[in-house]
């Protein structure tokens, strides 16, 4: 990615296959573009696709089969500018791109430079006609709320929400699944041969929700590096999103605690510190940087922090 970085590779603990910039890890997929496959076990070798058609009660429980696995989780990694971008929801994208879905999502900032920078949603009073006089004297940027991200900051943006990132960002996503964007603005960026990168002027201004404004972040208590901190024995249990999508939550643990066991699809993420997950006899590491899917039919896991560990916890409504 010409915004990417190379820290994917030292927080996911991967060497990274060549010496150019990664801005995206697909940790758990079933898109065409890349579907993930199961690493080991009884289903070792499946693709995620192939669980979600054939062992869809495994996977959602009473929950009705979407098709499709519901999210794609991703680590990206914002060393440079995204362009302004907005996405689609299920019925824009139906229009506009058939065969894609919607794209409502939600970034866990794992790590910030001081000057780096989230753009979320327009400000109060921006309308279509002050947008596109923008677009022409590129001044978009002055449209747009923005803020200074800091570890442990969650961002919601429902489909509709123009949002930019850059300057050194690594971050966690929780989104639908679906890969289309639509660029607004590319901040006047062109490649060594002078080419500046497609954008979707009409596409993106068919799908803004004019009446959505700011957007600002939800911060994680007692995380790493931010403001809120607290004392090390604590444990935290904390809601940041719900939606029709997905459920998110922040879990700072300090003592054993149960995952899985609820009857509903979730996925974990360990965005720092570590443990064991105790499965049929056998005890599981979790390290930072791993993305476990969990199945509405695993039974309850006990799970011991070796340290202080957070996790971002992901449910299907």
């Known amino acids: 990615m010409v915004w990417g970085g ?8 991967r060497a990274l296959p060549t010496q150019e910039n ?21 289903w070792s070798g499946r693709t995620l696709h192939h669980l979600v058609k054939h062992d869809a009660a495994t996977l959602f429980g009473t929950a009705a089969p979407p098709g499709v696995f519901p999210w794609l989780v991703k680590m990206l990694d914002a060393n440079d500018w995204l362009s302004v971008q907005v996405h689609p929801d299920d019925a824009a994208a ?12 939600a970034w866990f900032v794992l790590a910030a430079e001081p000057e780096s920078r989230v753009f979320a949603g327009l400000l109060p009073g921006v309308d279509e006609s002050k947008l596109r006089k923008a677009l022409r004297s590129g001044t978009v940027a002055d449209c747009l709320h923005q803020f200074h991200p800091r570890p442990g900051d969650c961002i919601f943006f429902p489909a509709g929400t123009v949002h930019a990132v850059g300057g050194g960002v690594l971050f966690t996503e929780v989104q639908q699944t679906s890969d289309v964007t639509f660029r607004l603005f590319d901040w006047n960026r062109r490649d ?10 009409e596409e993106s201004l068919a799908c803004i929700n004019w009446q959505a404004g700011p957007v600002n972040p939800i911060r994680a208590v007692g995380y790493p590096g931010g403001d809120n901190r607290v004392a090390q024995s604590t444990s935290v249990c904390q809601a940041l999103v719900r939606c029709e999508y997905f459920g998110l939550d922040y879990l700072r643990q300090t003592a054993a605690f149960i995952l899985g066991g609820t009857g509903r699809l979730q996925v974990a993420i360990v965005l720092y510190g570590r443990g064991s997950l105790e499965c049929e006899s056998e005890h599981i590491q979790l390290e930072t940087g791993a993305t476990w899917l969990l199945p509405a039919a695993l039974p309850p896991l006990n799970c ?8 971002l916890l992901a449910t299907l409504p």
């Open 6 to 13: 190379r820290r994917l590779g030292t927080f996911l603990s």
């Open 22 to 42: 990664y801005g995206e890890s697909w940790e758990i997929s079933d898109h065409p573009l890349h579907v993930s496959v199961v690493a080991d076990g009884a």
């Open 94 to 105: 139906s229009r506009l791109r058939p065969g894609e879905r919607g794209k409502t999502e």
């Open 192 to 201: 060594a041969r002078g080419q500046s990168r497609a954008l979707h002027i």
């Open 304 to 311: 011991s922090p070796g340290e202080p560990i957070g996790l």
